[in-house]
């Protein structure tokens, strides 16, 4: 047998066409009948154009190689498709597999429950976001296919606040890429400096994007179940402190008191959160979670630029019944010493979400799993009435 | 009310751990089921979910022990007592200064626990899709058995999942993470990559040659480049053709991290590990090593610039020499790509030329297997063939699927025989409860 090499433009056309069948390979699974069907409508256009366009850039490069282009311009472009396709394929499999752990029932049911949260923060805030939420080793949203995620293995009705956090996000980046839009000038600002700063202006936004959309629950979860106490002052690459987004968060807290009278009605709650957060800083690292002046005059600067986002941008968002949620989290504690069943009615899932963390906070921790339960069926609940009126419209 | 907190805390975290406990159960069920229903003749082996109990589900039980421990610490429970939960294992039961640290801990090593488990189910659910119609998870993970019983007679079940996470990274629950979405019969050979990662691990090989690795700055890329010498090893020149052809990008030939050589290393060390092994004695092998390497060579100094290796030459290959020797020592002597087993996959690529050349049917290239034709035979036959006759990759891939199937699958024909290639099964996955 002869072992002459095969020639480079050969070798060079057929890693390109492996690169086509991938993309065709991907295509057809996207469209595979086992996963969800409203899953699959919902992101199949955006999955196929992403696809489509790959594929067609692929092919032309596939037709240079043959038409004898320069190979060392030709390498590099295949290595840049290649690097364009990752993210797509990464985000592709992450799409199949989350859909599918949903089937299973990995999520009990949390998934649908975040889509409905996140469905009516959408028609609250006119967002035009058609997507769904499944399971990842960790939250985030990806602007690619829009999908966002919640963590894995923590699906319980506690963590529920995270997806508005990722919600905002999305918000973020539709006011960021509609250049006529003026409530996306501090997001081009910033993209316009260091990575660093745009990325934390981001995560500013989406943390009190969540509280604004629903009011102290998403600090609880924050302050009480997420951020690591023990590494609370230290700062990511993407991310700023703990200590310097619960003092955001805290801070926009009090800005969502303003203006709605004389009683400030998230006072109660906002103390029993910072001596809480204080108490597990202080403990787990021996240091008070305190920011120098500097920083906390950058945060107040940047509050006062994300804030008008909120108000002038989503105003309707505006959570607004913690007054209802304080009386359920009454009647749940009351329910509970009296040793009876919790039953306190309720139809709003924000409601839920914020009176059960409410009743938790000022309740004995053996009530703990109890108002989880109670909340967590409530929001069945919620969702299966929401599903029903939905077939009804429909 | 920070002892509350951290308490509810550590209770939030067992039940994590709980949660993620009962969702492998419920999998496994899910699978007998199947398996019950004829709807899988290859399951995820016995072996597999052994390995699972026994390295994940114990690091559970560690977990949960050390959280009890800590709970029992906060709260003053006296030692034994306390929310229904095993005894403290000995010693841990310890004042700590810092028990938010000891819960960080606690909480970071979980959270890595999680991340594989979702993996690995999301591996295994993904079987059931369009994506694997062709089932070459199942062929991987048994390809990779084969392997680890004729090299070091382990019956080491793979899990082989699709995935864009770096196949160094350590896998507890014994994943061989395969690039998505390029499973191909083409891309089979890579399967020794994580077995070799395996063997390395389980025999602490960069330790047996500690004076010419302490010469490398990162322990890390040495681990690579031995995975890397022993997927060569094992898989002969297919390796390096499924490598060069289809994943070593020249146009980064020289770009390197903490974790990963240059690819420009990683396939010196393959060619020259195909250059010192038993079969490069054979003139039709040395010559195919030395066509790819003027394949590799030439690719790269086209797409990339510069021209000086990142890695002094001699240092690669004093590390492939000392690899292949303490292979040859330790390894079943059939672990090793031999002449032997090269003449067998040269007759099968000159039947299967034969066959190809008489007739266009789609079918004409025979799936049976010649008598003693291993894995790895049809593998470097169906890459030879290829080079041969490239307008022929499709009739090659289903040939060399079909055959693999027959070799490893027992009486199972693969995906065409059983369900119709392309056909789905039809048992769903089960709903939630």
């Known amino acids: 047998m002869a072992t002459q090499a095969p020639n480079q433009q050969a070798v060079l056309g057929g890693q390109v066409q492996e690169l086509v069948e991938q993309l065709n390979h991907v295509e057809h699974a996207l469209k595979d009948e086992r996963i969800d069907k409203e ?13 489509t366009k790959q594929r067609k850039d692929a092919l032309e490069l596939r037709t240079e190689v043959a038409n004898g282009a320069a190979l060392d311009a030709a390498w590099a472009s295949l290595q840049e498709r290649r690097a364009e396709c990752i993210p797509l394929f990464a985000e592709c499999l992450d799409f199949v597999e989350g859909a599918l752990a949903r089937s299973i029932g990995l999520d009990r049911g949390l998934c649908r429950t975040a889509d409905v949260l996140l469905e009516e923060l959408n028609r609250l805030t006119d967002g035009g976001w058609n997507r769904f939420t499944i399971l990842a080793e960790g939250e985030f949203f990806y602007d690619m296919a829009e999908i966002i995620r919640v963590r894995f293995p923590e699906v319980s009705i506690w963590s529920l606040p995270v997806a508005a ?11 960021e890429n509609r250049s006529d839009e003026p409530l996306g000038e501090p997001f081009r600002k910033a993209s316009r400096g260091e990575r660093q700063g745009w990325a934390y202006l981001h995560e500013h936004f989406a943390d009190i994007f969540a509280t604004y959309a629903l009011g102290p629950a998403y600090a609880c979860t924050c302050a009480l179940l997420r951020f690591d106490p023990f590494t609370a002052h230290e700062a990511g690459e993407d991310h700023p402190s703990a200590v310097a987004r619960i003092r955001f968060v805290l801070d926009a807290l009090e800005k969502l008191d303003e203006g709605i009278g004389v009683v400030k009605q998230y006072a109660g709650v906002m103390a029993m959160l910072q001596e809480a957060w204080e108490g597990m800083v202080s403990s787990a690292t021996g240091v008070a979670p305190e920011l120098d002046a500097a920083a906390k005059q950058e945060l107040s600067g940047k509050l006062e630029e994300l804030w008008p ?24 504690l009351e329910q509970h010493g009296n040793m009876q069943p919790l039953t306190a009615p309720v139809d709003d899932l924000r409601d839920v979400i914020n009176a059960a963390w409410m009743a938790r906070l000022s309740g004995p921790p053996e009530a703990v799993p109890k108002l989880g339960e109670w909340a967590e069926t409530r929001a069945r609940e919620i969702v299966a009435g929401r599903r029903d009126q939905g077939q009804g419209d429909g | 009310m920070t002892d509350d907190l951290l308490v509810s805390r550590i209770d939030r975290l067992v039940e994590n751990l709980m949660r993620v406990d009962n969702s492998l159960e419920r999998l496994q069920h899910w699978q007998r089921e199947l398996r019950a229903k004829g709807e899988i003749t290859l399951p995820v082996a016995d072996d597999m979910w052994g390995h699972l109990n026994k390295h994940v589900q114990n690091q559970f039980k560690r977990q949960q022990t050390d959280l009890k421990a800590l709970r029992d610490e906060i709260t003053g429970a006296p030692e034994g007592d306390g929310p229904a939960g095993p005894t403290a294992r000995p010693g841990a039961r310890r004042r700590r200064t810092n028990p938010w640290a000891a819960y960080s801990k606690l909480q970071r090593d979980s959270a890595q626990l999680f991340e594989e488990c979702l993996e690995f189910i999301g591996g295994l659910a993904f079987r059931r899709t369009g994506l694997d119609d062709a089932r070459m998870c199942e062929l991987a993970d048994v390809l990779i058995l084969s392997c680890a019983r004729e090299s070091y007679a382990e019956s080491w079940n793979f899990l082989t999942v699709p995935s864009l996470r770096d196949v160094v990274t350590k896998s507890r629950a014994r994943l061989s993470r395969i690039r998505f979405p390029e499973w191909t019969v083409w891309t089979l050979p890579f399967t020794a990559y994580p077995l070799g990662h395996e063997v390395i691990e389980e025999h602490d090989i960069a330790a047996l040659f500690r004076e010419s690795v302490a010469k490398w700055q990162r322990k890390r890329h040495v681990h690579v480049l031995l995975a890397e010498i022993f997927g060569a090893y094992i898989m002969g020149p297919a390796y390096a053709h499924a490598g060069i052809q289809l994943r070593f990008d020249p146009a980064s030939a020289y770009a390197k991290d903490a974790e990963h050589p240059a690819t420009a290393s990683r396939v010196h060390v393959v060619l020259q ?32 610039r510069r021209r000086t290796m990142p890695d002094a030459t001699e240092m690669l290959d004093e590390l492939v020499e000392e690899a292949l020797r303490h292979f040859e020592y330790t390894l079943n002597r059939p672990a090793q790509y031999a ?47 290829r080079v041969e006759r490239p307008a022929d990759v499709p009739r090659i891939e289903t040939a060399a699927s079909g055959m693999l199937w027959r070799i490893l699958g027992g009486k199972t024909a693969g995906p065409g025989a059983l369900v119709g290639a392309g056909q789905k099964s039809q048992s769903p996955i089960p709903a939630s409860p």
């Open chain 1, 309 to 332: 986002l909120l108000t002038d941008g989503v105003p309707t968002m505006r959570y607004q019944t913690w007054l209802r949620a304080q009386g359920l989290a009454a009647t749940l």
């Open chain 1, 39 to 51: 899953l699959r409508e919902r992101v199949g256009v955006r999955f196929q154009n992403l696809v």
């Open chain 1, 165 to 175: 956090h990722e919600f905002g996000h999305y918000i973020a980046g539709t006011f």
């Open chain 2, 339 to 385: 002449p032997a087993d090269w003449l067998q996959a040269q007759n099968l690529v000159l039947k299967w030329s034969e066959q190809a050349a008489m007739s266009e049917a789609p079918d004409a290239i025979s799936t049976e297997p010649p008598t003693l034709t291993k894995p790895r035979d049809v593998l470097n036959a169906a890459w030879l063939l």
């Open chain 2, 273 to 304: 590990a195909l250059k010192t092994m038993e079969g490069a004695q054979e003139a039709n092998w040395a010559g195919r090593v030395e066509a790819l390497e003027h394949q590799w060579t030439r690719a790269r100094d086209e797409a990339s």
